[in-house]
């Protein structure tokens, strides 16, 4: 059974700093890219962050470049997103992905953290 968790979401002050963990277990971890998303209220869901399954190579939404840094350890099997200098427009619900693609395509999805910044 797959399964991910994330954790190390809260409230914050503008300006200040979250870093999200999402651990995972039931897959070849190392198989997999893996992703963070955020939905916020009355927003569609969107992709913030990706790393590809051996961490080569990162992509950045454009309202997070230089702010948030998405990094991952294939021996614990988590993916992290360091999120820094946090605007009020990052409050969302924020979920990690876990996607392969091959000849099948698998996606999984954690239940989500939430992240409020706000003064």
């Known amino acids: 059974q797959v399964q991910l968790g994330e954790s190390g979401g809260g409230l914050v002050q503008p300006g200040g700093s979250l870093r999200l963990s999402c651990a995972t277990s039931?897959?070849?971890?190392?198989?997999?890219?893996m992703r963070w998303y955020r939905q916020a209220p009355g927003k569609e869901r969107e992709l913030v962050a990706s790393?590809?399954?051996?961490?080569?190579?990162?992509n950045y939404a454009d309202s997070v470049k230089g702010r948030f840094t998405i990094s991952r350890d294939n021996a614990k099997k988590t993916v992290y997103l360091q999120m820094n200098s946090l605007k009020p427009e990052d409050t969302a619900v924020y979920y990690c992905?876990?996607?392969?693609?091959?000849?099948?395509?698998?996606?999984?999805w954690g239940q989500g953290t939430q992240v409020t910044v706000s003064s």
């Open positions: 992905n876990a996607h392969f693609q091959s000849i099948v395509t698998y996606n999984y």
């Open positions: 790393i590809t399954s051996n961490g080569v190579s990162t």
């Open positions: 039931g897959l070849t971890f190392s198989s997999y890219a």
